[in-house]
């Protein structure tokens, strides 16, 4: 498994952009799919990115299409999270997970980082 510690978070205003980091251990990174999801209060986590271990594939959901962009630099272990145009119902704590595969579902990633508060006021 691999270790992930996201970064980047806070609050900003609506309209406004964030970039999270998610930094990971180990040698083995770029053999990884990473992807994003987030979990608001009262209610379920969901996916929000992900992208293949090259980065040559990305998904998004279609609530964050075209105003997030997933990146990932696999000589740094770290993907990234570049949003904008940001929304009060992106507020969410924003976690990063790391899978064999690329996939939406969360019970496809092995390994979790601690989550990232992001708060947008109106």
């Known amino acids: 498994q691999v270790q992930l510690v996201e970064s980047g978070g806070g609050l900003v205003q609506a309209g406004g952009s964030l970039r999270l980091s998610c930094a990971a251990s180990g040698r083995t990174f770029s053999s990884y799919a990473m992807g994003w999801f987030r979990q608001a209060p009262g209610k379920e986590r969901e996916f929000v990115s992900a992208i293949s271990w090259s980065g040559g594939r990305t998904y998004y959901a279609d609530s964050v299409k075209g105003r997030f962009t997933i990146s990932r630099d696999n000589a740094k272990n770290t993907v990234y999270l570049q949003m904008n145009s940001l929304k009060p119902e992106d507020t969410a704590v924003y976690y990063c997970?790391?899978?064999?595969?690329?996939?939406?579902?969360?019970?496809?990633?092995?390994?979790w980082g601690q989550g990232t508060q992001v708060t947008v006021s109106s």
């Open positions: 997970a790391a899978s064999t595969s690329l996939s939406s579902r969360s019970t496809d990633f092995g390994s």
